[in-house]
């Protein structure tokens, strides 16, 4: 999912800059008295400042604050549950790095541990294959490295990201893709006050990189396109519902690992395009609890596999994102 803030333009963030430079002013002169040491040096706190007026987290796999608005690292930890209709419930552990170099740039990687996943699993051999279901905790999916770049204009934010999937994931779970895959994405989105439409447009070679909130029980791998509309509403204190049609669109054959003998069938060859192909509806609510802890609930309706997803979840974020009176 996607986030935006609710002030776009230089002006209203050089003025929410200064009157948090001054209101913080004391204390980084008390910082600099004798016998004390500065932390913080006003030129490194304007430029900081800036990045506030871009969009403090453009990363599909969280809420708000996975990757900071101000330069420098944060950490976050997620842990959430979901029920799949195909294969049942599931729990997974999502930790992130992210680092912001400037207001325009930034970048992060994360990898989603399974701590509980009910998997259709080849229990003989590769010649005789005898699928059964069983329990497996302490898996991984493939690892997710993302750049970022954003800019704004006319109250219309920009947000490019290029994803790499390192294959850390097992495919005989069908957790992984096997191989190092991308996925390029386009989002644009506009403010309308508290209303905020999107539309997003993409190419890449696999499905595990759109959409990372929700894990699927399959891995398409295969050129695909992928197209997404909706509307972002920013809601009382802080909270977020957000709600997209998708379209993953194959164009060519596809290879499939699956979980699951249901819905997407286990796929050993690439046999045509359809295995890839999913569309339906995304929904979620982020829910700041406190300044570090978000809790959020999705939901993912495929119409074309007949498949839901819904789960919740608990995102806890080392640097929390900066609440300025006007700013999201």
Do not use: C
């Not at 842990?79 to 207001?103: C, E, F, M």
Request: no cysteine; charged share 15%.
């Amino acid at each position: 999912m996607r986030h935006s803030l609710a002030v776009r333009g230089p002006l209203p963030s050089l003025i929410a800059a200064l009157m948090l430079t001054i209101a913080i002013a004391p204390a980084v002169k008390a910082q600099t008295q004798p016998g004390g040491k500065a932390q913080v040096s006003p030129a490194v706190e304007m430029d900081d400042l800036a990045a506030i007026s871009a969009v403090t987290s453009i990363n599909d796999s969280g809420p708000e604050g996975v990757v900071p608005a101000t330069r420098g690292f944060n950490l976050s930890l997620g842990t959430s549950s979901q029920h799949d209709s195909t294969d049942g419930w599931s729990s997974i552990l999502n930790p992130n790095v992210a680092y912001r170099l400037n207001k325009y740039l930034s970048v992060d990687a994360g990898i989603p541990i399974y701590t509980y996943i009910s998997i259709d699993a080849n229990v003989g051999t590769t010649a005789k294959p005898v699928y059964s279901y069983a329990v497996h905790g302490g898996v991984f999916g493939d690892t997710t490295l993302s750049f970022q770049g954003n800019v704004s204009a006319f109250s219309t934010d920009y947000n490019g990201t290029f994803s790499l999937g390192l294959p850390s994931g097992n495919t005989d779970y069908g957790l992984g893709a096997g191989q190092v895959t991308y996925n390029i994405n386009n989002h644009f989105e506009k403010d309308w006050g508290i209303f905020n439409p999107d539309i997003e447009l993409g190419f890449g070679d696999t499905s595990a990189l759109v959409e990372q909130r929700v894990l699927k029980s399959y891995v398409a791998v295969g050129p695909m396109a992928h197209f997404q509309a909706g509307v972002a509403l920013d809601l009382p204190r802080d909270m977020r519902f957000e709600a997209d049609a998708y379209e993953e669109l194959p164009l060519d054959t596809n290879l499939v690992y699956s979980t699951t003998g249901k819905g997407k069938k286990k796929v050993t060859t690439a046999t045509n395009i359809d295995p890839g192909e999913d569309n339906g509806f995304i929904t979620s609510l982020d829910i700041p609890l406190s300044p570090h802890v978000t809790l959020s609930g999705f939901y993912n309706r495929s119409l074309r596999d007949h498949d839901d997803v819904a789960g919740f979840s608990f995102t806890y974020i080392l640097r929390a994102p900066p609440r300025i009176s006007g700013v999201r």
